[in-house]
Structures are given as C-alpha cells and as structure tokens.
Nanobody, 124 residues
Framework: QVQLVESGGGLVQAGDSLRLSCAAS????????MGWFRQAPGKEREFVAT????????YYADSVKGRFTISRDNAKNTVYLQMNSLKPEDTAVYYCGADLTGWGSTSQGRYTYWGQGTQDTVSS
C-alpha cells in the first residue's frame, strides 16, 4: 500500500516561514517526480511546485516563485516544501502527490498517489 503523509502545517502570520513534509511509504520517491498542490475552501485545487525524478529540475506556480522551494531527501523518502514570506492568500490545504512518469506536471491528473493534506493558515 502506497501512502503519502503530509505534516508541518499550522497557523502563522504573514511574512513567516513554514516547512511542509511529505513522507512516503510503500514506494521510493526517487522513482517518481513529486509535486505539491493546494486547495482553499470553495476553490479548485491548484498547482504549487514540482520536482522531477532526478531532482535536477523544479517548477513553480507564478504565485509562489521566489518564496517556495521544493526539495527531497531520498534517503528519508520525504519531499519538502519550504514556504517563506507567507501571505494570507497562501492559506489552503496543501497536498503532496507522486507522479510515476518521473517528469513532474502542473496537472493534478498526472499524479497517481496523494496524501491527506495539511492545513496552512496565514493570518494578516
């Protein structure tokens, strides 16, 4: 059974930083591209960041470029999302996903496995 478990969400103030973790079991993340998506209440889930299988390429949504960094620690089978200079509009449930093609994608349909999500709330 493949599972992804996000953690690290919480309540912070605008300008603060937060690091999300996504721990995988049942499959090694080094075989996959990994991605982060987020969904605010009443809104569609949107792309945030992705890192390819070999970790030599990353891609970010325009809204988070320069503030968020996706990375992975294959030895720990964990992918991270470092979020700096947080804004109230970053408030959402954040989900990690595994893309078995290894390329990464901005489309959630390309991700086979998903975590349960972790809530990030940024107050003004």
């Amino acid at each position: 059974q493949v599972q992804l478990v996000e953690s690290g969400g919480g309540l912070v103030q605008a300008g603060d930083s937060l690091r999300l973790s996504c721990a995988a079991s049942g499959r090694t993340i080094s075989d996959n591209a990994m991605g982060w998506f987020r969904q605010a209440p009443g809104k569609e889930r949107e792309f945030v960041a992705t890192i390819n299988r070999s970790s030599d390429s990353t891609y970010y949504a325009d809204s988070v470029k320069g503030r968020f960094t996706i990375s992975r620690d294959n030895a720990k089978n964990t992918v991270y999302l470092q979020m700096n200079s947080l804004k109230p509009e970053d408030t959402a449930v954040y989900y990690c996903g595994a893309d078995l093609t290894g390329w990464g994608s901005t489309s959630q349909g390309r991700y086979t496995y998903w975590g349960q999500g972790t809530q990030d709330t940024v107050s003004s």
